[in-house]
Structure formats: structure tokens, C-alpha cells
């Protein structure tokens, strides 16, 4: 039995080569699992070893060639009622299992072929890549982080409204409840009612650069509000370049792909000249008054190189920043050690911004959901001794 249960583990470490997530819990459920079964039959440590260690469907077949190399029954992934699956002694020289020989043994099986891959390494690559600025990353890499982006949920930004509702925790009587409910007991009201404010997500506006500076971060972008605008229900989104442009409805498409392709097309200034002013302007004109309504956040993503008129930037800013619950400024050089908001543009608009937040790695993103989520009923103090604060820090 001690033999058994030396290869029994010998077999789990060979799964975990293979790329199967093997807890040292798994081991001993299935030791344990294997007292309850007749371990002479084959089938029976099979399927209980089978339930126990695969989690995923397309592992099942990958499992069945391990699992038949293993026990020494060259089959082709199916198993055959036999008497005790009698493990073999291996050597301790020979207990790290040949994936080569694996592999050219699994080319020999009729069911389609599952790719053995070593997943030893995949948490800290997985760890280097939220922390990769994007602009340094592969063609490769980005294909990852935009099914990560994709696959992202966002926290809603909840708000309080003046209407109330029914709320057994409510801090509020409901006069007439009450009143309705006293006249069965002859005017005494023996049974309280309470009500609430109701919570309702708060409309979020997204304006985005796509001038020649942002070049780089572009089509990452329109994955980002793609993502927003399938996880919110009260999303518009805009993007600039040298005029605005709204692509709320291209990016409500429920083909991604086929979303983002839209978006970039209709936009006739991608990767062009610069005005976060008279972009800004036409916004305040003519859409802010629609969709500024019911306490808006708004985010804006630019590096803040402006090559129009400084001071209409600074207007717009203000005239934003007033009718917007939150004004959030993201630029993705932020998040570069040293960087301070020195060119002109950024400089003018900085007074006027809520939050002031990095937007350069997967991580960023992260951190930017958890703090939408935490976003509070009324504006904060302004952020400007923050910022200042941050920027000391960095000098130091």
C-alpha cells in the first residue's frame, strides 16, 4: 500500500507538468476518496482519480493518455474493467516523467491531440504582464491583454436619489404605511414600516485621445470602453482627435472585434493633429446639457499635448469639471518614474481635475475599477495637495 501511494503522488506531480492545478488538498481527497473505491478494479481509481483532478473539460483527454502512460496500459484513452491497477516501483533517478516520450506516445492516439505545455512559470509571466507598460509590449502581448481587458468587471458608481422605497433597514417611517396598517387596530399602530433612498448607478461619459501622440494606446482604448460599456448600463463614449467624435453606439455591438473595427473606422482624425480645447468645447455644446445629467462621472485618457489654444482648454476644463459629479483625468506617461505634468496642456487643465490617475499596465486598470467602485456620495476635497504630495514623493 505504501508503494501505491508513493506512485499515486508520483502521478499527481506528473499532472502538474502537464499544466494541471494539483493542490496538496487535491492529494489527500483523493487519497482518501480511494479507500471508498475497490482500487482492484482499474475503472474505478480511474474515474475517481478523473473526478477529483480535472477541472476542465478539454483535460479530460490529456488526462486519459497520463493517467494509461502511467499505470502502464498502452490503450487509447479508454479504460477497460481490470483487476488492480498494479503500480509499477519507479526509481528514484527515474521519477521525473520524459515528456518527450509522452509526447511522441500521445501522437500516436486516434483522439485529437491536446498541446502539453509547462505552466511552472505562467503566474509570474502572468505577474510581469500587469505590470508591463503597454507601450513596450508585443504584438503578442497585446492580444493577451485585450481578452484580459475584455474579460474585466467594473464596480458601478452608485448614487442616492431623492426617491425612496420600501426597506426593512430604512431609517425612515413610511407615514402612510403605517397610517394604512393602524386602521385594522383601531388607530394604533402596532406595526412600523421604514423606507430608504433608492441607489442607482451614476451615468459614466468616457473621452478619449486618439490624436498621433496616442497613437500607440488607440485601439487599447476602444477595448477599455468597450469593456465599460458592456459591464455599466449608463455609458457614452467619446474620442478626439482635432474634432469629437461619438461612438457609443458602434461600441453596444456585441462582436468585439467587429465593435472596435467600427469605432476606429468612423473616426476620420485618428492619428492626427491634437485639440483637447475646441474638443472639449464642442462636448460642453453639445452633448454635455444630454448627457451630464443625475451626477455624471466623466474620464478622460489624454497625455495632454494640446496644439490648439491653451486657454480654451482651461475654460472647457472648468466648465466641465462644474457640471460633472467627477472629472477624471487618465494619462498613461503617469505611470513612468519621473514624469511630471509639465507640457502646456496638461499643466492648464491639472487645476480643473478631480483625480489625477495613471492608465499605463493591466494593473493601472485594476486599480482605477476598485476606485470608481469606492467613489463616494459627494465630491471629495479637491486633489491638488495629493497630487503635489505624490510628486515630492517622486522627486525624493
Known amino acids: ?228 460599456s458592456h459591464s455599466f448600463g449608463q455609458v457614452e463614449c467619446f474620442v478626439f482627435g482635432t474634432r469629437l467624435t461619438r461612438i457609443t453606439h458602434q461600441l453596444k455591438l456585441k462582436n468585439i472585434d467587429r465593435a472596435v473595427d467600427e469605432a476606429a473606422g468612423d473616426v476620420v482624425d485618428w492619428s492626427g493633429g491634437t485639440r483637447i480645447g475646441e474638443s472639449l468645447r464642442t462636448f460642453n455644446r453639445q452633448w454635455g446639457r444630454r448627457v451630464l445629467r443625475r451626477g455624471a462621472v466623466v474620464l478622460i485618457v489624454s497625455d495632454g499635448w494640446e496644439r490648439g489654444d491653451v486657454s480654451v482648454l482651461r475654460q472647457e476644463m472648468r466648465y466641465l469639471q462644474a457640471r460633472s459629479h467627477r472629472l477624471i483625468w487618465l494619462n498613461p506617461l503617469l505611470g513612468r518614474a519621473g514624469y511630471q505634468p509639465l507640457v502646456e496642456g496638461m499643466a492648464a487643465a491639472l487645476p480643473h481635475i478631480d483625480d489625477f490617475l495613471p492608465v499605463h499596465n493591466l494593473q493601472s486598470l485594476t486599480k482605477l475599477s476598485h476606485h470608481l467602485g469606492k467613489l463616494g456620495q459627494h465630491r471629495s476635497v479637491r486633489p491638488e495637495m495629493i497630487i503635489r504630495t505624490r510628486m515630492n514623493a517622486d522627486e525624493r
Open 1 to 228: 500500500m505504501t508503494t501505491f501511494l508513493e506512485n499515486l503522488l508520483l502521478f499527481t506531480n506528473l499532472l502538474r507538468q502537464a499544466g494541471f492545478a494539483i493542490s496538496p488538498q487535491q492529494n489527500v481527497e483523493l487519497a482518501q476518496a480511494l479507500t471508498l473505491v475497490d482500487i482492484g478494479s482499474r475503472e474505478q481509481v480511474h474515474h475517481a482519480a478523473r473526478c477529483l483532478l480535472v477541472t476542465r473539460r478539454e483535460q479530460m483527454n490529456l488526462f486519459d493518455a497520463i493517467f494509461n502512460q502511467f499505470w502502464r496500459n498502452p490503450g487509447h484513452g479508454r479504460t477497460q474493467p481490470q483487476k488492480a491497477p498494479i503500480a509499477p516501483r519507479h526509481k528514484r533517478q527515474n521519477q521525473q516523467f520524459n515528456i518527450v516520450t509522452y509526447m511522441a506516445y500521445k501522437a500516436q492516439q486516434a483522439d485529437q491531440e491536446v498541446e502539453v505545455v509547462d505552466k511552472s512559470e505562467s503566474y509570474s509571466h502572468a505577474e510581469l504582464l500587469q505590470q508591463k507598460l503597454f507601450s513596450e509590449m508585443s504584438p503578442e502581448e497585446l492580444q493577451t491583454i485585450k481578452r484580459l481587458i475584455q474579460e474585466m468587471r467594473w464596480q458601478a458608481i452608485q448614487r442616492q436619489t431623492r426617491r425612496r422605497v420600501p426597506d426593512k433597514n430604512g431609517n425612515t417611517l413610511r407615514l402612510r404605511q403605517v397610517m394604512r396598517t393602524a386602521v385594522r387596530t383601531g388607530g394604533v399602530p402596532l406595526q412600523l414600516s421604514w423606507q430608504s433612498r433608492k441607489i442607482k448607478q451614476r451615468p459614466l461619459v468616457l473621452i478619449a485621445d486618439v490624436s498621433g501622440s496616442m497613437e500607440k494606446y488607440g485601439r487599447l482604448l476602444l477595448q477599455f470602453f468597450y469593456s465599460v
